[in-house]
């Protein structure tokens, strides 16, 4: 059973670490350990279904320890900023009034016509309407028109 519970700990802590290397755009709308515990869950809960072989216990345990594990996330998560950043990111600015930050699209592996088609997805279809563009930890980006760019502070 131990073996089990180390197994789950491990390959979850490997899952967050892939898709955070995966980028912001892959993740959607879930923080990427929200979307690692779905998958989790998913593949998890077929095991002992599919194979009745397998004792059930071998599917209710892993998921109890993910249960747990994301509870102790959570809170680790409202604790430290450090461990909310690992696991969740953090917001970039990714238009200023300069322009596009072409070395942050760079960096989040988004290409301008992918940051462009996500601004017309908020009504914004000429960069001189806007003086911010931040692309949220969770994959979501907020437009801050022109004028209004002086309350943003990240």
């Known amino acids: 059973m131990l073996t089990i519970v180390v197994r ?5 802590l490997i ?9 912001k755009r892959q993740i959607g709308e879930m923080e990427p ?6 998958l989790i869950i998913a593949d998890l809960a077929t095991i002992p ?4 072989t397998i004792p059930i216990w071998y599917g209710i345990l892993p998921l109890l320890v993910i249960q747990v594990i994301h ?15 690992i696991l969740s990111g953090s917001p ?3 238009v200023t009034p300069k322009g596009i930050d072409h070395k942050k699209l760079k960096q989040l592996d988004i290409c301008e016509d992918e ?19 931040i692309l949220e930890s969770n994959g979501k980006i ?6 209004e760019g002086k309350k943003v502070s990240l």
């Open 33 to 38: 350990f929200e979307l690692v515990i779905t």
């Open 115 to 133: 940051l462009l088609e996500l601004l017309r997805g908020k009504d914004v279809f000429d960069l001189q309407d806007i003086d911010y563009a």
């Open 49 to 52: 279904m599919s194979d009745p």
């Open 92 to 94: 970039v600015i990714v």
């Open 71 to 85: 509870f102790f996330v959570v809170k680790l998560q409202y604790k430290s900023e450090t461990v909310r950043k």
């Open 8 to 12: 789950v700990f491990i390959i979850y």
């Open 142 to 147: 907020s437009v801050v028109p022109k004028g």
């Open 15 to 23: 899952a967050i670490v892939v898709m955070r290397l995966m980028g």
